[in-house]
C-alpha cells in the first residue's frame, strides 16, 4: 500500500514568517496530491491541491509544489497569520488507494 | 448546497456493546468514504463506496465493523462488539465522481469513546 511521510509533526513560527510542511510518498502511480486544514474539533478542509502534470501551484499566501522524480511534495505558506493555526494533513492516492499524511500541527504566534 | 450529514455527533459506549453510525452525501455525490480519526493521527481510510458498490475495504476490520449503502445514498458503519482501541472520530466524506483527483468534502464526525 501507499506510506506517506509527513514533517514536520510540530511547526511553531512567528506571524508574518512562512511555514514549509513537506510530504514523501511512496506509489509512483500516485497522481493527486490535496492539502487539507483541520481547525481543532472541526472537519478537515481542502486548502489547495495539484495534479501531476504540474510542478507548482499558488493560491495567494499558500502554495504546493511537486517533484514526482523525487516523490515528494510541500504545502508552503507564506505571510502566516494567527487564523493559519490548525493541523495541516497532505493526501494522496495511487489508483483509488488513498492515504493521509500523519499531520502537522502548526502554530502561529503572535 | 448541503453539507455532508452525519449522526450522532457524539457516542459513549462500554466495550463489547455494538454502536452504528449514519452518513447522508452530498446531494448528487456518487462515491462516500468512511475514515477512522484516533486522536493525534490523520483520517485512516475505512472504506469507500461508489453508489451502493464497495471499491476499497482494505482497511475495514471486517471481523467488527461493517458497512453498507443500500440505495447508493445514505450510509451506516456499524461497529459489533467494540474495543477501546475504536474510541476515534469517525468522519463521512463524498465526492461527486470516483477515484483520486476529486475534493472530498467532509462530515462533522462521530466522536466514539468506549469505556
Known amino acids: 500500500g501507499e506510506n506517506v511521510e509527513q514533517h514536520p509533526s510540530t511547526l511553531s513560527v512567528q506571524e508574518g514568517d512562512s511555514a514549509v510542511i513537506k510530504c514523501t510518498y511512496s506509489?509512483?502511480?500516485?497522481?493527486?496530491f490535496p492539502w487539507y486544514k483541520q481547525e481543532l474539533g472541526k472537519r478537515p478542509q481542502l486548502i489547495i491541491d495539484?495534479?501531476?502534470?504540474?510542478g507548482e501551484k499558488k493560491d495567494q499566501r499558500i502554495a504546493v509544489t511537486l517533484n514526482k522524480t523525487a516523490k515528494h511534495f510541500s504545502l508552503h505558506i507564506t505571510e502566516t497569520q494567527p487564523e493559519d493555526s490548525a493541523v495541516y494533513f497532505c493526501f494522496t492516492g495511487g489508483g483509488n488507494k488513498l492515504t493521509f499524511g500523519t499531520g502537522t500541527q502548526l502554530k502561529v504566534e503572535l | 448546497e448541503a453539507g455532508v450529514a452525519q449522526s450522532p455527533r457524539y457516542k459513549i459506549i462500554e466495550k463489547r456493546q455494538s454502536v452504528a453510525f449514519w452518513c447522508n452525501p452530498i446531494s448528487g455525490h456518487a462515491t462516500l468514504y468512511w475514515y477512522q480519526q484516533i486522536l493525534g493521527q490523520g483520517p485512516k481510510l475505512l472504506i469507500q463506496f461508489q453508489n451502493n458498490g464497495v471499491v476499497d475495504d482494505s482497511q475495514l476490520p471486517k471481523d467488527r465493523f461493517s458497512a453498507e449503502r443500500l440505495k447508493g445514498v445514505d450510509s451506516t458503519l456499524k461497529i459489533q462488539p467494540a474495543k477501546l482501541e475504536d474510541s476515534a472520530v469517525y468522519l463521512c466524506?463524498?465526492?461527486?465522481?470516483?477515484?483520486?483527483?476529486?475534493?472530498?468534502?467532509f462530515g462533522p464526525g462521530t466522536r466514539l469513546t468506549v469505556t
Open positions: 506509489d509512483s502511480a500516485s497522481n493527486y
Open positions: 466524506a463524498s465526492s461527486l465522481v470516483q477515484g483520486v483527483g476529486y475534493e472530498q468534502y
Open positions: 495539484i495534479r501531476s502534470n504540474v
